[in-house]
């Protein structure tokens, strides 16, 4: 296989770059894990001599706390508007399971699918600690009353989308930390 010119690389590169700057603020594409890869690959091809070993290191560890930023803050989201120990277990799990369907099965993408997935999580969390009869707690562990359990789990579902606009403007923190560290890398 013939070489690609540095400067081709470095194009394809910085698209990957600026898709995965989108991505991380826009469900459905990958986000910070795209400018790592985007990075990385990019670093290999150039023997690491452009983009070096810390610059790649810094940006996989962005990486990785972009993708627990919206795992945490869906979650969080959900039990901050209401869901009970039950409801915030079922978002964790649907979160965790509709990143993987969504991004490896219906492709719409990890974080379109923790969104759905946090939230279908949420409503059959609720339901079966309601079908089980366990009263919902209050952050004091106290029992709160259940004056319309259909309402308080479509606050804490919603919840989940306020979870995923903070996690989004953290990821997108995270996003622009790494576009700045792989461009600086480049020119310097």
């Not at 009263?135 to 259940?146: K, S």
């Amino acid at each position: 296989m013939p070489e690609l010119p540095e400067g081709t690389l470095l194009f394809f590169a910085l698209v990957g770059v600026a898709l995965g700057l989108l991505g991380s603020v826009l469900p459905g594409l990958p986000g910070v894990p795209l400018i790592f890869v985007s990075a990385f690959v990019y670093a290999y091809l150039t023997g690491f001599e452009v983009v070096g070993g810390g610059v790649i290191v810094l940006i996989g560890a962005l990486a990785v706390l972009a993708f627990v930023a919206d795992y945490v803050g869906t979650a969080y989201g959900a039990r901050r508007f209401g869901a009970s120990g039950w409801g915030t277990a079922g978002g964790a799990i649907g979160g965790l399971l509709g990143a993987l369907v969504g991004a490896l099965f219906l492709g719409i993408g990890a974080i379109f699918g923790l969104i759905l997935g946090s939230i279908a999580g949420v409503f059959a969390g609720e339901h079966l600690r309601r079908s089980r009869g366990d009263p919902a707690d209050d952050e004091a562990g106290n029992p709160l009353p259940r004056p319309s359990d259909w309402r308080r789990t479509s606050r804490a579902a919603g919840g989940v989308l306020v979870g995923y606009v903070i996690s989004a403007v953290a990821q997108g923190v995270m996003g622009i930390i790494a576009v700045i560290a792989f461009v600086l890398a480049v020119i310097y």
